[in-house]
């Protein structure tokens, strides 16, 4: 759905599915109570303070919270504004992903197959935000994500991107690896405790899954430069004596390369002469998607 309707109903799907992604992110995660997570389904959004259930129309994207402050129209105890910031995020991110899908697409890419990719996109960014805002709460990247949306996203691949089979293989094997590598180099031999942990190797294999060995040198680059603007301003105003052993959750970070690297494949943006290395990662047509006879139709 090109054009400006498409990108402004775009945008609104991506707040509707940051509404899903703040359950999620939410109930999930395991606790004390609930071991494995609890469903997304069971029991209704309610207020964690009187229990009352969230009527429909007090449950709607960025609209309800902005309307009651952020407060449960029952009680008023006070939401964070985390709900908001999600919506907010994932609202802007599916309109960037609108954006890239059909004002960037090859010329002869068919309307149906642009339509295809980017409902992929969103999905990909949707799986993205909520592994990020878990691991930010929980420093968690959770299996339950992580397991079946490698297989998932390697399926999308073959169905989307021109990058073959095995490149999305070596992207699993080496997104883990690599990961699995420095992990064991940084805790078992040079003994300076915990390490990346095994959620970040399986994340950066989700994402070798989908767009292949070609994005992860990108993507932890990206990720690494993320991750020390954040940490070393914070680390500095704290005064930390050993900034090396300051934990952070690389998950976000890696999730905020991994969504670099698309845009910059997608734009193909001039770089500094410093930066030309990262040409190298670019593939042609990397939206060129397999014209089955049901895209033509």
Not at 207 to 220: E, K, M, N, S
Request: net charge positive; glycine share 8%.
């Amino acid at each position: 759905m090109p054009g400006a309707f498409g990108l402004v109903f775009g945008c609104v799907m991506g707040a509707l599915w940051g509404s899903f992604a703040n359950v999620c992110i939410y109930r999930w995660p395991p606790s004390k109570e609930f071991p494995t997570g609890r469903s997304c389904a069971f029991p209704p959004s309610h207020c964690f303070s009187c229990s009352n259930n969230i009527k429909w129309y007090d449950n709607l994207p960025l609209i309800s919270w902005l309307w009651l402050k952020g407060q449960c129209r029952f009680c008023k105890t006070s939401f964070s504004s985390r709900y908001l910031w999600v919506e907010l995020a994932c609202l802007i991110l599916f309109g960037l992903m609108h954006v890239i899908a059909f004002s960037y697409k090859p010329a002869a890419m068919s309307q149906n197959a642009a339509l295809l990719h980017y409902v992929f996109l969103c999905t990909f960014v949707f799986i993205l935000v909520v592994i990020a805002f878990i691991d930010i709460d929980h420093q968690l990247v959770l299996d339950i994500v992580t397991y079946p949306w490698i297989p998932i996203f390697f399926m999308l691949g073959c169905l989307t991107y021109s990058v073959s089979a095995e490149s999305r293989v070596l992207g699993v094997l080496i997104g883990y690896g690599s990961m699995r590598s420095i992990d064991i180099l940084w805790e078992k031999i040079l003994k300076r405790g915990p390490g990346m942990g095994g959620g970040d190797a399986k994340l950066l294999a989700m994402i070798g899954a989908f767009l292949g060995w070609q994005a992860l040198p990108i993507t932890v680059f990206a990720g690494c430069i993320f991750g020390i603007l954040q940490a070393l301003p914070a680390a500095v105003r704290k005064g930390e004596e050993d900034f090396l052993q300051r934990k952070l959750p690389f998950g976000p970070f890696l999730a905020m390369g991994a969504l670099t690297y698309v845009c910059l494949i997608a734009i193909k943006p001039p770089l500094p002469e410093f930066l030309s290395a990262i040409e190298l990662f670019y593939y042609s047509d990397w939206m060129k998607l397999y014209d089955p006879l049901f895209f033509s139709l």
